[in-house]
Structures are given as C-alpha cells and as structure tokens.
C-alpha cells in the first residue's frame, strides 16, 4: 500500500510542479491578467477621452459660446467696440530707430 501512495504523491508533485513552472500553468494566465487589467486601464482613459471630445462637439453644435472662445483664443479675434491690447515680453527687443540711422 505504501508504494502505492509514495507513487501517487511523486505524480501529483510533477502534475503540480508542470502547473506552476511549464508554458501552459499559471505563469501565462498570471500575464494574461496583467495584460487584461492594462487594456481596462487603457480603455477607460480612452473613454473618458470620448466623453470629453463628445461633449466639446455637443457644445459646439448647439451654442455659439465655444465657436467665440475658439475663435478669440486660437485667431486673436474681438468684438466690436472691444480693446485690443498686446503685452511685448521682456525679452522680446524692440529695435532703436536713433541706434539704426548711425
């Protein structure tokens, strides 16, 4: 009976080992996993970049609110009646008319 058991136990340690350790155990499902919970994190990103740009283009279609912010941001466009003003950096160097007659 005894070799009997000490045979079971060799066979159930190698099936188990195989399980743990082979190509085709645990290791593949373990970066399955990993890959899997990667995607979600990457889809629900993706998702709420949708929400965003669905939502931009709602509010561009129904109201001229955002058409104006675009067009004041991204083309320096103004209303009538409204004041222009530009601020010059420091930095920027504005030329001498006196230093470019000499």
Known sequence: MRPVLYIL??????LQLR????DDGYR???RLDAQIAAQRQ????????NRALAAEVKDLKSGFDAVE???RSELGMIRG???LFQ???AEDEIPDPVAEEQ
């Open 9 to 14: 136990l060799v066979l159930l340690s190698l």
């Open 19 to 22: 399980l743990w350790v082979s």
């Open 28 to 30: 593949p499902v373990w």
């Open 42 to 49: 990457e889809n629900e990103e993706l998702r709420e970049r």
């Open 69 to 71: 912010e675009i067009a």
């Open 81 to 83: 009646g409204e004041t």
């Open 87 to 89: 601020v010059a950096d």
